[in-house]
């Protein structure tokens, strides 16, 4: 079951779902937007862009050692600041993190949530791609979210830090749980080390 926005904030009093920093205003305001939709909330891109490197190495899911460590070992690290936003090349892909952190803690359950990030459909009908095939925010996790971000427009898109990016679908989970982390848990880093 998909938590409506009124439930999302019920959550959010209870514990079961921590967002920090909160998205605020709960409810509309004049003058100022409001970060939850009917079942979403809104999440917003945080200060780090990870570019990964040209390069003769390859992706091989068979080796050993995490992809996270490969990942930033073939990669460059870009602060963004409020007046330097990153320039998003045509084709250009990227990595970077939701401004917030994400908790779904399971002590507070059954039952209990887990979530999905998905895009925002204003940015995708420009072309920009900011979650690729793996939506799924697990009971238990405790991070930011990394965001797989490509621009496949036919212009260049400006990324600003603190921009909404991206958005936040929070369901029930039935029945009880066998914990089993993935190997981002506890991620600091957009390539998902800690």
């Not at 996270?68 to 007046?83: G, W």
């Not at 917030?100 to 791609?129: F, H, M, N, Q």
Request: glycine share 8%; hydrophobic share 35%; proline share 9%.
């Amino acid at each position: 079951m998909i938590l409506s926005n009124l439930e999302i904030h019920k959550a959010l009093d209870e514990g079961r779902l921590v967002i920090k920093p909160e998205p605020l205003p709960r409810k509309p305001t004049i003058g100022q937007d409001c970060p939850y939709d009917t079942h979403t909330v809104d999440l917003r891109l945080g200060n780090i862009i990870t570019v990964p490197k040209s390069g003769s190495y390859a992706y091989d899911y068979m080796s050993k050692g995490k992809v996270a460590d490969l990942i930033s070992k073939n990669s460059e690290k870009i602060t963004l600041t409020q007046s330097q936003p990153y320039h998003l090349k045509m084709g250009e892909f990227v990595l970077s993190q939701t401004l917030e952190t994400i908790e779904l803690p399971t002590d507070k359950g059954p039952p209990y949530l887990a979530a999905r990030i998905e895009g925002k459909s204003s940015w995708a009908r420009c072309g920009l791609l900011v979650h690729l095939t793996a939506p799924t925010v697990h009971p238990q996790w405790s991070g930011p979210l990394t965001l797989e971000i490509i621009n496949l427009g036919k212009t260049p898109f400006l990324l600003h830090t603190g921009m909404p990016i991206a958005q936040l679908i929070v369901e029930e989970v039935k029945g009880d749980i066998e914990p089993n982390p993935s190997q981002f848990h506890g991620q600091s880093t957009p390539e998902g080390t800690t």
